[in-house]
Nanobody, 129 residues
């Protein structure tokens, strides 16, 4: 069956960096896109970044543009999220997810309109001095 397994969550200081990984397996015919969403305590889950499978196009929400980078290793089916210049407000549980369509299909609204198909179990990112 399909599995998405996140890793890399940790406690970092503000301004620090962290790399999250998502290992995807079990896809019979590949996946359209893989994205990262996050959820902080008391807040709704929100989109962070997405990468489309067919062309590697990347998508980011404004809050992380210029600080986060999503990339993929297609041979290993691993998607990573490089997070730099971390802020207190980046603290959350980060989830890896796939969708029924590539993120480009939603224009700039992928983070709110994406039809999710699978979710990982999440990995905790804490930012504190």
């Amino acid at each position: 069956q399909v599995q998405l397994v996140e890793s890399g969550g940790d406690l970092v200081q503000p301004g620090g960096s962290l790399t999250l990984s998502c290992a995807a397996s079990g896809f019979r015919s590949g996946y359209r896109a893989i994205g990262w969403f996050r959820q902080a305590p008391g807040k709704e889950r929100e989109g962070v970044a997405c990468i489309d499978s067919s062309d590697g196009r990347t998508h980011y929400v404004d809050a992380v543009k210029g600080r986060f980078t999503i990339s993929r290793d297609s041979a290993k089916n691993i998607v990573t999220l490089q997070m730099n210049s971390l802020k207190l407000e980046d603290a959350a549980v980060y989830y890896c997810t796939t969708g029924a369509h590539p993120c480009r299909a939603y224009g700039g609204h992928w983070h709110t309109m994406w039809q999710h198909t699978y979710w990982g179990q999440g990995t905790q990112v804490s930012v504190s001095s």
